[in-house]
């Protein structure tokens, strides 16, 4: 059968695109987050304290190289080819003063000239700006969370190796430790190690550097951590510091049975929960300890046993907190919020994401993720409470990811956004409040 229909016709204009719009940009937000790091000395502090030689030949500072990479990442670019493009961008061009793009091979090349004493140099750039941070919040008492995350990667990077990896067993990986201060949700110090290295491979040392690099006006802090650092030598050092307390989960080969010889108390209005605390002091310890343990009914054991035994689920802790267990343990409970800062810091700005074949490079970017990760929460905690409750990369949707045109008159330059944009209050509040921000 002949179709007799006619087709329908759409009625309005076409549209036609074409790539000739000039001096546009997908970044508005990164002019806020440069005034920021600029208000923080971050361009001075680069230049005064990493002692890697700038060449006469070389066209780019080393502070321009690391501020493309730490804007680069905040505005969503995972990979060095991204970033390389982005330094294209107009924006990007007027404030790092960069004329041209800066090449792949010129990152890397730059790159190439760190090495483990110059990521010593960077971490203590962070300090000094987490420093200025804290000086301008007044904290006072903090909570520093001990981590560590599992990292797997798609190569053979110096360094990744084949370890405990949960979600992708058999992978090569990087198995990097962070500490987060709680009033912050800042990364103070991390780590990039080899796949292969245990959580408490010399977390002592790491706790010692992490508490010197806390700000200078926290007289009182609480150091959670879960068992990987229940370590003797880890608990001295913080125990060293006088005040500061600690409350770290237990890992013992015989703590089910320790726990089954205490005396436990009932919880009252918790049906089939009870608590107990003693002092035990473990193997190769020089003094005993204080730990606290729950306990949960689950139910009774009756199979392969002649008489019928209640089965429990336990939580313990190791501590020097006068508390009850009971309160500990749901201290310790919120512990779990830096689980998620650690997703952000990997999988929002990139840490251990973008790599190179050489280990010490590949820490270089991991630390300047987790700067950029810091410079976007120091800034929201300084600017707007709702804010800094965001996660990264919800911020970035809204704020850094604003369209706008980069015009020029006379001596001025103007970001022209959209005029009916529906976070435009809340974006100016938080670009007013950068722009009245001053660190002494």
Known sequence: MKNTKKPVKIKGHSLKSSFTGGNLTNFAGINPLFKFMKKLGFDRLIQENITIEQKPNQKYSLSQILQTIILG??????????IENFSLDP?????LKIKDKIDIDTLRYRLNSFSM????????ISATLSEKVHKKLGTHKDILDLDSSVKTVYGKQQGARKGFNSKNRGKRSYHPQLAFLSSTKECILAWLRPGDTHSSNNAAGFMEQALSMLPSKVASLLVRADSGYFDNKLMRVIEGFGAFQYLIKVKMRNLNSLL?????DKIPEMPGWEMCAFYHRCKGWEKERRFMAIRI?????????LFPAPEYSYFCYVTNIDESPLYLHKLYGDRGNSENWIEAVKNQLYAG???????WVNETLFLLSVLAYNISVWMRKLTSEKAWRQEPLSF?????????????SGRYRYLKM?????????WEEIDAHVNSLFFG
């Open 418 to 426: 959209y005029s009916s944009y529906y976070y435009k209050p809340w």
């Open 260 to 264: 089954g010889k205490q005396d436990w």
């Open 297 to 305: 009914y689950v139910g009774q054991r009756d199979a392969g046993s």
């Open 353 to 359: 994401t973008i790599l190179t074949d050489k280990f």
């Open 396 to 408: 970035r949707l809204w704020f850094v990811q604003l369209a706008a045109k980069f015009s020029s």
């Open 91 to 95: 924006v990007v061009r007027y404030l």
């Open 73 to 82: 990442t905040s505005c969503g670019m995972d990979r060095l080819a991204k």
């Open 117 to 124: 004493k110059h990521n010593t140099e960077l971490t203590g």
